[in-house]
């Protein structure tokens, strides 16, 4: 049931990868407009770049939010899933999962590209990946839940971003405070797991909390 | 003898025991905050480090400790509300949501007002401020999420649950951004060179205190009056009340 | 096996009915009716356990559905106003994955002998996108062949099938009551099953 989810979303997405490559694009035009606007001078803009990445990130994984479940509300298939007789926290656990695949995986492959357009060192791309690896999926987590509560609302998305971005804070802070601590020579064996523990603690209740925000949302 | 307590968790003997409690409410707030302003501002010291500037203290910390505080009694009332289906705790917490966001509001821009003389500057990315403004937006969140929802029951249980997810990661976010701030050392001003204070001070703050929560008190049970009457406007009760009202 | 007691259902400010009362047995099939704005879709909704009733309770069993859920949704089959399939699925994928997230998995040939029973055979592997509403009301119809539950709860089945299909959708109901099957639905259109007991619930 918990992979049936997942291969059904995953199918779903396959069969419209311009929403996947929209997200995509999304994120690297957003890194692409900063240079443009501060101006193309290399030391402030290596060490711009995490937060760079990180706030576009956070943007895009945030804007795809609104497909997770607003798809399915609207042609009847998440009433017949609440309806199911396995656990609905699992169920959005599965989805949450499928909305990272295929939007935060993107981001975290694209990453390192985008790093080299700032000019950063090496160790510094492999830290900025790997804190997304760890980051992004949180963000998938958190934002079910928002995305849960503003299910079928007016202006759902704009609300849906009120609603989440404050609580992506920590997230944000350890994800660039990561890769600004290693180009500062520190350690950044702390941001890491601190975003691990963000990870551990956004999987178990998360998925709870937004399956609670559905059985509102829908009754 | 045996107090009934349930008895006032019906919308509608709390309406009228609500009604009865306003003006004593009204009264205290007036009178602390007469005394406690009148303390701040004519009869504790000078500072001799900060001058006249630390008396907006009075109400910058008054308002800051109300809007931490309001938070949590709103996340546990909309929490009672979601756990035991009772009505009245969740009109409750949509009550304090505005005021709470007013103290915090004002915990901010009392804030900006000191750090002008003190730093130089209206406003620092310092640990505390920027917490207070995340503050702020979870109070914006939770009441524009429930604004967007037209069924009250739903925007009761909608915000409680972002209410209670907030509150799980208010300290996470305080933690977060404290870490952040010792990072960033270079660009922060350090807050906690508390000066040894005078009594005077200490009482008047104390008065202020007290002073914001019997405003805090009178504002949330008249904005629950109003609720309630709104919510119910299709019972018996009302309809005898607007009866009552009309005959006067 | 089915029983509810005193349920009553407020939308916003409306009272939309109260103090309703019934029991449903095996083999028994009972008929929501009402005008429009009465709350049949409400009350369905209720009884499927998707929102609770102002008042009253719901029982399976002897028990609340409430401290149920998953066991009384493993022994029900909901089916409302929205078909409950993906466009951009094909009709097979649709039928199997509706049914695998309901908790029975089935292979493609039980899914491709439930649409050629109803009258999709040789559209199997078209996106359900491409079909007309009617068809898709067939798709969705297609998982009561599949589905093993007791309990089918159905809103206006009927809507939007022809001829043929509504007579298909008739003997399908009477087969499924036959083998001690439930079944609540509302529709509009006079029904023509013979059933051991139909009942009627009026709503205002």
């Known amino acids: 049931m918990f992979l049936w989810i997942i291969k059904r979303d995953l199918l779903l997405a396959m069969r419209r990868r311009s929403d996947v490559f929209t997200t995509l694009f999304f994120f690297v035009i957003v890194v692409s407009l900063f240079p443009l606007s501060v101006g193309p001078e290399m030391n402030m803009l290596r060490t711009m770049a995490p937060g760079v990445v990180w706030v576009a990130a956070l943007l895009a994984s945030m804007l795809s939010l609104g497909r997770m479940f607003s798809n399915d509300y609207l042609d009847g298939t998440l009433e017949q899933m609440l309806l199911s007789p396995q656990s609905l926290s699992l169920l959005v656990l599965g989805k949450a999962l499928a909305h990272w695949l295929v939007t935060g995986v993107p981001l975290v492959l694209m990453a390192p590209i985008l790093g080299i357009q700032y000019d950063l060192p090496v160790d510094a791309l492999f830290v900025l990946t790997i804190s997304l690896l760890l980051g992004t999926p949180v963000l998938s987590l958190i934002g079910a839940i928002g995305a849960a509560l503003t299910l079928g609302l007016r202006g759902g998305g704009v609300l849906v971003s009120l609603l989440v971005l404050p609580l992506y804070i920590p997230v944000l802070i350890f994800g660039s405070g990561a890769v600004e601590a290693n180009m500062a020579g520190l350690g950044y064996d702390a941001h890491m797991s601190l975003l691990g523990a963000f990870l551990l603690v956004s999987l178990v209740f998360a998925p709870w909390a937004a399956a609670a925000s559905l059985r509102v949302s829908m009754e | 003898m045996a107090i009934n307590w349930f008895k006032y968790s019906s919308p509608a003997s709390f309406y009228s025991l609500s009604g009865k409690m306003i003006p004593i409410f009204v009264f205290l707030a007036v009178v602390t905050l007469i005394a406690g302003l009148y303390i701040g501002f004519f009869v504790a010291p000078t500072d001799f480090q900060q001058g006249e500037a630390y008396r907006i203290i009075f109400i910058h910390v008054p308002a800051a400790w109300m809007s931490m505080f309001l938070y949590v009694v709103m996340a546990f009332w909309a929490g009672i509300g979601l756990a035991f289906n009772t009505r009245l705790s969740s009109m409750l917490a949509t009550a304090i949501a505005p005021t709470g966001a007013m103290f915090t509001f004002l915990a901010l821009w009392t804030g900006a007002l000191w750090g002008k003389p003190m730093w130089g500057t209206w406003w620092v990315w310092d640990a505390r401020l920027t917490s207070e403004l995340i503050l702020l937006f979870l109070y914006i969140g939770f009441m524009s999420l429930q604004a967007a929802i037209d069924d009250p029951r739903r925007a009761d249980k909608a915000g409680a649950i972002i209410a209670l997810v907030g509150v799980v990661n208010i300290p996470i976010i305080y933690f977060s951004v404290q870490w952040w701030n010792t990072l960033h050392q270079g660009a922060s001003v350090s807050l906690n060179q508390a000066p040894a204070m005078a009594t005077t001070m200490l009482t008047g703050m104390l008065i202020m205190v007290i002073a914001s929560w019997m405003y805090s008190i009178a504002v949330i049970l008249k904005r629950v009056r109003v609720i309630i009457l709104e919510r119910e406007s299709h019972t018996a009760w009302v309809a005898e009340l607007r009866k009552k009202e009309a005959a006067r | ?204």
Not at chain 3, 30 to 39: E, I, L, T
Not at chain 3, 125 to 135: A, D, E, I, Y
């Open chain 3, 1 to 204: 096996m089915l029983q509810g007691s005193n349920l009553a259902c407020v939308r916003g400010d409306r009272r939309l009915f109260k103090d309703i009362n019934f029991s449903l047995e095996p083999g028994g099939l009972m008929q929501v009716r009402g005008p429009n704005g009465s709350g049949k879709t409400s009350m369905l909704r209720m009884l499927c356990g998707l929102s609770d009733p102002a008042l009253g309770e719901i029982t399976w069993c002897g028990a609340a559905i409430r401290s149920l859920s998953g066991d009384y949704y493993a022994a029900m089959t909901y089916m409302g106003h929205l078909s409950g399939t993906k466009d951009d699925l094909t009709v097979v994928e649709n039928l199997c994955i509706s049914s695998a997230l309901a908790g029975l998995e089935i292979n493609e040939t039980q899914a491709c002998k439930a649409l050629e029973h109803m009258g999709l055979g040789g559209r199997e592997t078209l996106p359900v996108k491409v079909l007309s509403q009617g068809q898709r009301r067939r798709v969705a119809l297609a998982r009561l062949l599949v589905c093993q539950t007791k309990l089918w709860i159905l809103d206006e089945p009927l809507a939007a099938l022809d001829v043929s299909a509504v007579k298909l959708m008739q003997s399908i109901l009477e087969q499924h009551l036959e083998q001690g099957g439930m079944v609540v639905m509302t529709t509009h259109q006079e029904i023509d099953i013979t059933a051991a007991s139909i009942t009627q619930l009026q709503l205002a």
